[in-house]
């Protein structure tokens, strides 16, 4: 019912930048939420950082001061501004989005997009 579709990914140098992107489509009435996870190998997804449609925003505690994440709600998209990045951060990263349905405004629809790789490697 909702697709996300992630770009922005790749390889990056310790204390470097990289910017996340990620569009919703499909059968949506309104976005509640919108976020990033991420999951590093043989570890759980965690959750990186979200923000609601009011603008309140949530991150955990390793990221703070160091990525930030905006929305555009006139176009469905999210991004993570990610910067002085550690090699801690290496992940897939995972675009989320809790939306209400169009046409079926009972029916909340939780989403996630397909995943974009980050590493931070010298």
């Known amino acids: 019912q909702v697709q996300l579709v992630e770009s922005g990914g790749g390889l990056v140098q310790p204390g470097g930048s990289l910017r996340l992107s990620c569009v919703a489509s499909?059968?949506?009435?309104?976005?509640?939420?919108m976020g990033w996870f991420r999951q590093a190998p043989g570890k759980e997804r965690e959750l990186v950082a979200t923000i609601i449609s009011g603008g309140t925003t949530n991150y955990r505690d390793s990221v703070k001061d160091r990525f930030t994440i905006s929305t555009d709600n006139a176009k469905n998209t999210v991004e993570l501004q990610m910067s002085r990045l550690i090699p801690e951060d290496t992940a897939i990263y995972y675009c989320?989005?809790?939306?209400?349905?169009?046409?079926?405004?009972?029916?909340?629809?939780?989403?996630w997009g397909q995943g974009t790789q980050v590493t931070v490697s010298s």
């Open positions: 989320y989005c809790q939306s209400r349905r169009a046409y079926n405004m009972n029916v909340w629809d939780n989403s």
């Open positions: 499909g059968s949506i009435f309104s976005i509640n939420v």
